[in-house]
């Protein structure tokens, strides 16, 4: 993608992190001329952004914003995405990649409005605004380099892996995607639990925001398994058992919830796609 530039369509909490990563790191990210923000109302973290470096901030793509154009990042909400495809579609050069990380939106919708362009789509996570989240993607046609091109993008917001079946994304967006919204209500419901045992409520949410941070970390940095870590840290006839004996006990505890959540996250994904394909 060298010597050509790169529009961020969306500038709200997803776009500006990325485009923040991108602008940080100008080595492996993007040079500030050749980013082109488009965005009638960016957030006020990116007009930032747009100010520090002098970016090219547009409301609406013309034939000679969009000359020169390598990638475009779709980094809008999925119920925008008919309109502001109407505005790029007939002048976007015909062979840059388009890399959407609209939720719910399948690479056939994309297809259908981007035509015959290398499509990419990504699923990133909420880690992905400090650099910590994990991205999966999956490709059309889009050759190695254009695939080469979106990794580079996405690793500002942390590890980036690739899947050849579309239908995937929809396991992908029920663990990783939502999964970060299962381990705050876990940490909220573990604070909520120490507090109802006595403990003042300020120490029992630390104890648990830090209790969870640092469990986090062992399980960045052990080569163990989370099954082993937990083992480790359980003994036969103590507190830590007898909590998981509550945990994994009767209809199979939390394991089983944590399924049925899961099941019920990717049916949904898999509805949401459809509903996008039926447009």
């Given amino acids: 993608m060298a010597n050509k530039k790169t529009i961020l369509v969306g500038a709200g909490h997803m776009g500006g992190?990325?485009?923040?990563?991108?602008?940080?790191?100008?080595s492996d990210g993007i040079r500030p001329e050749d980013l082109v923000i488009l965005d009638p109302s960016p957030s006020d973290a990116v007009q930032e952004l747009i100010t520090k470096y002098n970016l090219t901030h547009i409301e609406k793509l013309g034939l000679s914003e969009a000359s020169g154009i390598g990638m475009v990042v779709l980094a809008i909400k999925p119920q925008m995405l008919d309109k502001v495809a109407d505005g790029l579609k007939l002048i976007l050069p015909p062979d840059c990649t388009i890399l959407s990380i609209l939720a719910g939106t399948p690479l056939k919708r994309l297809a259908e409005l981007f035509g015959s362009r290398p499509i990419i789509r990504a699923m990133p996570n909420t880690p992905a605004s400090i650099g910590a989240g994990i991205t999966v993607c999956v490709a059309n046609e889009a050759g190695e380099a254009h695939k080469q091109d979106a990794s580079k993008l996405m690793q500002v917001a942390g590890k980036v892996e690739w899947v050849e079946d579309e239908r995937l994304i929809g396991p992908v967006t029920a663990v990783s995607g939502s999964g970060p919204a299962y381990v705050f209500l876990l940490a909220e419901a573990l604070a909520a639990a120490g507090f109802s045992e006595g403990l003042?409520?300020?120490?029992?949410d630390k104890l648990a925001r830090e209790t969870?941070?640092?469990?986090?970390?062992?399980?960045?940095?052990?080569?163990?398994?989370?099954?082993?870590?937990r083992r480790a840290v359980t003994s036969s006839g103590g507190t830590t058992q007898a909590a998981l004996d509550v945990l994994m006990g009767g209809g199979g505890g939390l394991p089983e919830l944590v399924r049925q959540a899961v099941n019920a996250a990717e049916r949904r994904s898999r509805k949401m796609a459809t509903e996008s394909n039926g447009r």
């Fill in 17 to 26: 992190a990325l485009a923040a990563g991108w602008l940080a790191n100008p």
């Fill in 212 to 229: 969870i941070i640092g469990a986090g970390a062992l399980l960045a940095s052990d080569t163990k398994t989370p099954q082993e870590l």
């Fill in 200 to 204: 003042p409520r300020d120490l029992a």
